[in-house]
């Protein structure tokens, strides 16, 4: 089955620690993202890659890091910097035609205590 | 940059009640339109979108937005609702050109409840 996996379904961490998020797809798609959820703002864009190696800042991308060294994989480290990083994480991709349809994996929720 | 704006927070419906959802969005040029839909633990899926033609487009279960420019809006409806449609909605834009259209801006959502 194609599809996008995040691992692992929740996690908690402590304040001050920096935790990496797993974000894997199968769907030979190009572009990633990684967008942040919390209730009543929607979703907001933390950070994309349009192709391996390359990657751009969304619209929240401070407190946040990531890598594309492989076309499937594209993890988001929430680092210690971040000042509100409990949040619901969802990574995306599509493929770079005219349209740019995003599909999503099923999310990370993060908790940090 | 584009926006995104739904104003309507939370709908509360009973069963076979008809459906309309606002968005309306903000972007001088030409655009991409969609609707997401988030059923309790599920993924955010596609219901529907628009990317150019008809400016009425059906999506699945029963789903349909008509895009009209002139209003900058793309308004989600179906005609009967049922229990099942129970989810968060998200109207989403990105630019339809070449350039720029890799940003997906997604308003803040629309919890729908369906009282059987």
């Known amino acids: 089955d194609g599809g996008i996996t995040q691992s692992p379904k929740y996690l908690f961490r402590k304040e001050g620690q920096n935790v990496t998020l797993s974000c894997e797809q199968n769907?030979?798609?190009?572009?990633m993202y990684w967008y942040r959820q919390d209730p009543g703002q929607g979703l907001r864009l933390i950070y994309y890659?349009?192709?391996?190696?390359?990657?751009q800042k969304g619209d929240i991308a401070e407190g946040y890091s990531v890598s594309r060294e492989k076309k499937e994989s594209f993890p988001l480290t929430v680092t210690s910097a971040q000042k509100n990083p409990t949040a619901f994480y969802l990574c995306?991709?599509?493929?770079?035609?005219?349209?740019?349809?995003?599909?999503f994996g099923p999310g990370t929720r993060l908790t940090v205590t | 940059a584009q926006s995104v704006s739904q104003h309507n927070h939370h709908v509360i419906l009973s069963e076979a009640a008809s459906l309309e959802l606002g968005c309306n969005y903000s972007?001088?040029?030409?655009?991409?339109l969609f609707w997401y839909v988030q059923y309790p633990g599920q993924h955010l899926q596609l219901l529907l979108k628009?990317?150019?033609?008809?400016?009425l487009v059906k999506g699945i279960k029963g789903f349909e937005a008509e895009f009209i420019k002139s209003k900058f809006s793309f308004n989600l409806r179906k005609p009967s609702v049922q229990w099942s449609d129970t989810a968060e909605y998200f109207c989403?834009?990105?630019?339809?050109?070449?350039?720029?259209?890799?940003?997906?801006?997604f308003g803040t959502g629309t919890r729908l409840t369906i009282i059987p």
């Open positions: 972007y001088g040029g030409t655009v991409n």
């Open positions: 989403a834009v990105n630019a339809g050109s070449n350039f720029g259209n890799e940003k997906l801006t």
């Open positions: 995306a991709s599509s493929t770079r035609d005219i349209a740019y349809e995003q599909y």
């Open positions: 769907l030979n798609h190009d572009a």
């Open positions: 890659s349009q192709i391996v190696n390359d990657f």
């Open positions: 628009y990317f150019s033609g008809d400016p």
